[in-house]
């Protein structure tokens, strides 16, 4: 038995055997420095690996090397080899080891690059002629052989900087506002070309004042340059009152009120600064405006029939912009003239800041005592005077971001004697009149790609008006408020745009007040003797929040099509309004084009109509329907013909209620 198992054992002994040696599952690369030299193609290196019954490597040693660094790149790369581990017949992994050559291959050698000359950069200033004011935003195309092979836009400053791989190509400007550009550029390669552009505004060649003439949201709409506001006859130089010059603007009177647009009472139209309504648009007597012209840079007059962007009114707008100080050196200038005097200072303080203020004070006190002639019934115990400022600070981020801060203010006073009650006895004793405001203005504009802008605009500041005659008529208002404005313009495609945002107002109000009932429009004003008085007292919130939205389609760059909505609450009467408008440009050749507009437009009523004492909070919105349609052409290069007929209904107009 013994010797039988003896045998048995030392035959299956025998029999073990490798069925399956270690298989290479994982082959790691060598590194080697970018530096090495390879004395040959391939490179061979003799390794014994050490498989262990996982697959794992457990040592390398170098059999037969070929230097360094071959030789321990080679071992480093194996160390990291992955097996099928060694079989036995048995089926049991155990561990192997084995003999490897690893052949290192040469990098092929690189090809030869071929020399491309280096290409031409393009550095350009585009300004606008006559004026050498630089043109934001406008496309720059280069093109080879008639196609684009890149383009860019202008900078704030009018800059732009185009690299193209070739010695010869050609720039072309698109744009709706100037004419338009395509000059040939020779370079030699890598030459650097500077030049500067003066593009003429869309306009007669022989003018050398311009008016911008945009595509515009309304149909009809007037921007006035300050150059063509300096040498408009009777308005000494002020750019809002050259407004009074325009079609469709009456003048008013001798008060200086706002100023009647299309017929729409004083109080339908709105005055705005840098899209932002301000309380008083003239001094006393509409002498001045109250905010200095050397910093005003345009005037867009929009009669009828105008935007998305505002609201509140149905009558016109008038929008008023500022420039940003010189950019170039510190200038500053001073005006004495037979009413006030002004001083305008401006210039760069650093390479992105930069900043400018005036401010303004009549001597109007000191001449008028003088002229009046003594038997007249009235006396000033302080004659008419008036100043106003305004402080700019302009901070350029960088090419997409621009922060602009305006502070400015106005203040009025007169105190006048009436010796002589004249026809009326409540006009008797002293009329004192004080009215003021300041005001903050923070402008951010920020170009987040080149079809994405956004704008945020926000107001703050404080407003008064102080009012009496002799002792049984009085106005006191203190309003503190703030207004948020921020739009987004958004450039889907070639051929459609969106803009759209909110438009919200908050004031606090004190007012106290005993006057004589105001006569409605159509009434004839009667002695104040004669009518009834208002007396309240007001101390609250009043939050007016409002959107706009608007879509503008461009078919074949001859026919423009912006339909929009406006939609406002009104707290005093605790109404929403919702106004949908419709405007459209179409170009029939570059000499002639037709406009044409249709929309609602609503305001509330006036705060006296609301009051739950004097009046009615269920009142609603004052309403008008306007339509325009105009034409305009060029007959000549130095003769323009502009005709605009427009029609506007008005409804929900308040009335007095006789019966009550």
Known sequence: MNTSADAQTNTSTQALFLAQPPKLKKLIAVELPKSTVYPSKEIPVRLKIVVTATGSVQTVDVLQGFGEPFDSAARMAAMKFEFEPGVLNTGQTVPVTINYEYRILAPPPPKPKKEVPPPVTLKGTVLQRGKRIPIEAIEIFAEIDGKTVTSTLTNSRGQFSIVVDSKSFRIRTKSLFFEKMNLEINGEPGETIEEKYFLLAIGSK????????????????????????????????????????????????????????????????????????????????????????????????????????????????????????????????????????????????????????????????????AVIPDEAPISFNTAPRFYDYQFITRWKIDDKQDLRFIWFGSRDKLTLLFDDPQADPQ?????????????????????????????????????????????????????????????????????????????????????????????????????????????????????????FAELKFTFFDDLIIVPSVRTDYYEAIDEFTVDPRLLAQYKLNKDFQFNFGLGSYQQQPEYDESDDVYGSRLLLPERSIQTSLGMQSRLFDFLEFDLTGFYKTLDRQVVRNLAA
């Open 427 to 547: 006009i008797r004793g002293a009329l004192q009149t004080n009215v003021g405001f300041h005001k903050v203005l923070m402008i951010y504009s920020s170009k987040i790609s080149s079809r994405v802008r956004q704008s945020v605009n926000i107001i703050t500041g404080i407003q008064n008006l102080d009012f009496e005659l002799g002792e049984a008529i009085n106005f006191n208002l203190d309003n503190q408020n703030i207004n948020l404005r921020n739009t987004w313009d958004i450039k889907l495609s070639d051929w459609l745009a969106t803009r759209f945002g909110i438009d919200a107002e908050y004031s606090r109000v004190q007012l106290n007040l005993n006057v004589p009932q105001p006569p409605k429009e159509g009434e004839n004003p009667v002695p104040l003797s004669t009518t009834q008085s208002l007396s309240n007292t007001i101390d609250g919130d009043l939050i007016n929040p409002g959107a």
């Open 206 to 369: 022989y003018e050398t004042i311009v008016r911008a003439r945009a595509v515009r949201r309304e149909v009809v709409a007037r921007t006035l340059s300050r150059e063509e506001i300096n040498r408009a006859p009777g308005t000494a130089g002020d750019t809002l009152k050259a407004v009074a010059n325009l079609p469709g603007v009456a003048r008013n009177a001798f008060d200086g009120g706002p100023p009647v647009l299309r017929g729409s009472a004083p109080g339908d139209s709105g005055i705005f600064l840098e899209t932002q309504e301000i309380p008083q648009i003239y001094h006393f007597g509409g002498l001045r405006s109250t905010f200095n012209s050397a910093f005003l840079e345009e005037v867009n007059f929009v009669p009828g029939n105008f935007g998305p962007e505002f609201g509140r009114s149905i009558g016109g707008i008038i929008d008023v912009r500022v420039r940003n100080p010189a950019e170039d050196l510190f200038r500053g200038s001073v005006d004495v003239n037979v009413y006030d005097a002004s001083l305008v200072l401006e210039g760069p303080v650093s390479e992105n800041v930069t900043m400018g203020g005036a401010f303004r004070r009549s001597y109007i006190d000191s001449v008028l005592p």
